[in-house]
């Protein structure tokens, strides 16, 4: 009985910390989200801060809409998220199996030179010199190919495939099935939760993407959303470039911040029992 009344108290902490942890977690989204549905009037009459709207208006988001910014940096922000998205699967897929066959010549060597990037990078300057040496300055593949390979991703995916039993490969080999065949037609199939997990990393980093813009583009119809979204929530602090007074300056700026992040939040439900499971599976080993 003892044990039994020590274990009911315990669950109630625990579950009693999770929502407590939960309400902190959606907060922060549903203020933001308040006020960009509630008329500016409105949030002013209630010094800015509002968590229950009680009228609901689209006109911030019309207006944010109504910009031609916005639809620009959305088309530029959607390329780079669904084409190096794309791109970093197929490369990380190409450089993690041939690392996962232990009888690879010079096996240890490159996994050394693959996390030796991890800990030392080349640094600002010398990525910059590349990337304008390449021709890439002012292209979208500025914002996609320097950071097209993320080590830590490599490594899940090569454990991942170190785990599939070995006699399947065996056994296609046997039937004559190439090292691309059985990479396509047996270790893919079977890989799919760790890729569902890395390819939620790499589009969200994808989607997310600013410092490469702001580094490598000068060009303004090249700016990714997140690049848009900084300039209206700074547009406040810089009187003399701010929105016109009339229009609603901050549900402005929160309902940019929503038209940002909204996407990845509807896409991670669908992927969310993948993440559990790809990270479970493809966990590095010590």
Same mark, same amino acid.
């Given at each position: 009985?003892?044990?039994?009344?020590?274990?009911?108290?315990?669950?109630?902490?625990?579950?009693?910390?999770?929502?407590?942890?939960?309400?902190?977690?959606?907060?922060?989204?549903?203020?933001?989200?308040?006020?960009?549905?509630?008329?500016?009037?409105?949030?002013?009459?209630?010094?800015?801060?509002?968590?229950?709207?009680?009228?609901?208006?689209?006109?911030?988001?019309?207006?944010?809409? =109504?910009?031609?910014?916005?639809?620009?940096?959305?088309?530029?922000?959607?390329?780079?998220?669904?084409?190096?998205?794309?791109?970093?699967?197929?490369?990380?897929?190409?450089?993690?199996?041939?690392?996962?066959?232990?009888?690879?010549?010079?096996?240890?060597?490159?996994?050394?030179?693959?996390?030796?990037?991890?800990?030392?990078?080349?640094?600002?300057?010398?990525?910059?010199?590349?990337?304008?040496?390449?021709?890439?300055?002012?292209?979208? %593949?500025?914002?996609?190919?320097?950071?097209?390979?993320?080590?830590?991703?490599?490594?899940?995916?090569?454990?991942?495939?170190?785990?599939?039993?070995?006699?399947?490969?065996?056994?296609?080999?046997?039937?004559?099935? =190439?090292?691309?065949?059985?990479?396509?037609?047996?270790?893919?199939?079977?890989?799919?939760?760790?890729?569902?997990?890395?390819?939620?990393?790499?589009?969200?980093?994808? %989607?997310?993407?600013?410092?490469?813009?702001?580094?490598?583009?000068?060009?303004?119809?090249?700016?990714?959303?997140?690049?848009?979204?900084?300039?209206?929530?700074?547009?406040?602090?810089?009187?003399?470039?701010?929105?016109?007074?009339?229009?609603?300056?901050?549900?402005?700026?929160?309902?940019?911040?929503?038209?940002?992040?909204?996407?990845?939040?509807?896409?991670?439900?669908?992927?969310?029992?993948?993440?559990?499971?790809?990270?479970?599976?493809?966990?590095?080993?010590?």
């Amino acid at each position: 009985m003892v044990n039994r009344g020590s274990e009911r108290y315990f669950d109630i902490l625990i579950y009693s910390l999770l929502i407590f942890v939960g309400i902190i977690s959606v907060f922060p989204l549903l203020y933001v989200l308040s006020v960009s549905l509630t008329p500016y009037s409105e949030v002013l009459r209630n010094g800015g801060f509002v968590v229950l709207p009680r009228k609901l208006t689209l006109d911030a988001y019309r207006i944010l809409f =109504g910009m031609e910014t916005i639809p620009r940096a959305f088309g530029v922000t959607i390329f780079v998220a669904s084409v190096g998205t794309f791109l970093n699967l197929v490369l990380t897929v190409l450089l993690a199996f041939p690392l996962s066959r232990r009888k690879l010549m010079g096996r240890s060597l490159f996994i050394f030179m693959i996390v030796f990037t991890m800990m030392f990078g080349g640094g600002l300057i010398p990525t910059y010199l590349v990337v304008q040496k390449t021709g890439l300055l002012n292209t979208v %593949w500025a914002m996609i190919i320097p950071g097209a390979i993320s080590t830590f991703n490599v490594l899940v995916v090569k454990t991942f495939f170190e785990n599939l039993p070995e006699e399947l490969y065996e056994s296609a080999r046997m039937d004559g099935a =190439g090292e691309f065949t059985v990479l396509s037609r047996l270790a893919l199939p079977l890989s799919l939760p760790v890729l569902m997990t890395v390819g939620l990393f790499y589009l969200v980093g994808n %989607w997310n993407v600013f410092f490469s813009a702001v580094f490598y583009i000068t060009d303004p119809k090249l700016n990714p959303l997140q690049v848009i979204v900084r300039g209206l929530l700074m547009a406040a602090d810089r009187p003399e470039t701010s929105v016109d007074v009339t229009l609603p300056t901050t549900t402005l700026q929160m309902a940019s911040v929503i038209a940002a992040c909204l996407p990845v939040i509807v896409v991670y439900p669908f992927v969310q029992k993948h993440l559990t499971k790809g990270m479970l599976i493809g966990a590095l080993k010590g």
